[in-house]
């Protein structure tokens, strides 16, 4: 796991997708393809904002989706569909996407339907940050760290559902759903690469506890898995990093 720590989020996001493209082209170069896993969030803004500015030849490269809420549609200022779709699908006029449908007719049979996609071929790179409770995607904790299934229905805890309300993606708690469909812990860590985007004060303590040396690999601590794989780097500004030089400020 490499950590880099940026002055400001700007910084931050621009190496960041500096680092997803070198990867993305290299894996075009070597497999004329790149298969990648996309996140969405407010970390993730100007990550996305200096990627789609990047000359990448995205017709050569397919898009997966990370999680979605159940029981939203697309048309939900929530839903990540929409995310996609406003801040890269359509502005880089991508050709190749599968997204996650909120509102399926069937929520098991979702899971199987773009989890056998996924599975046709490896992941060479998936894109994620780490949540206030220290989640990753949508597995909060305590995380299931042993189904080999690629995508599963998963429950929202309090402090997960609190944070979608302060980042102002729902105007009350009781409007977040409780249910959603996420790529599992092990299907992140079958990624070739991963690229993690963590900005803010907010996850100082998420941060500390995934990524400090003495701190345990556990499922109470989805992030910390990231400690496992070998081709991670995890992107940090100093107001989410803080804690790791401080730890009297814990």
């Known amino acids: ?130 949540g206030e409770n220290g989640h990753i995607a949508f597995n909060d904790p305590p995380a299931d760290f042993e189904t080999e299934a690629p995508y599963i229905i998963v429950e929202l805890d309090e402090k997960c559902r609190r944070q979608q309300v302060g980042e102002g993606w729902f105007r009350t708690f009781e409007e977040v759903p409780t249910h959603a469909i996420s790529i599992s812990i092990r299907q992140i860590l079958k990624a070739e690469h991963i690229i993690c985007i963590c900005p803010d004060k907010r996850k100082q303590k998420a941060v500390y506890d995934a990524l400090h040396p003495d701190m345990p690999i556990t499922p109470e601590v989805p992030a910390s898995v990231f400690k496992i794989h070998k081709n991670t780097d995890v992107y940090l500004d100093f107001d989410s990093a803080k804690l790791l030089f401080s730890e009297n400020e814990k």
């Open 1 to 130: 796991m490499n950590i880099h720590i940026f002055s400001d989020k700007k910084k931050m996001g621009k190496e960041a997708a500096k680092k997803a493209a070198e990867i993305i082209l290299n894996s075009i170069q070597e497999k004329d393809c790149t298969r990648f896993v996309m996140a969405t969030g407010i970390s993730q803004y100007d990550f996305l904002e200096n990627l789609v500015a990047m000359d990448i030849p995205w017709e050569k490269t397919e898009m997966f989706h990370l999680d979605q809420y159940l029981g939203i549609g697309e048309d939900h200022p929530a839903s990540f569909e929409k995310f996609l779709k406003d801040r890269f699908i359509d502005v880089v006029h991508h050709p190749n996407t599968h997204l996650i449908q909120g509102d399926p007719p069937d929520s098991e049979q979702e899971c199987k339907r773009i989890g056998n996609l996924l599975n046709m071929a490896p992941i060479d790179v998936i894109f994620v940050g780490i």
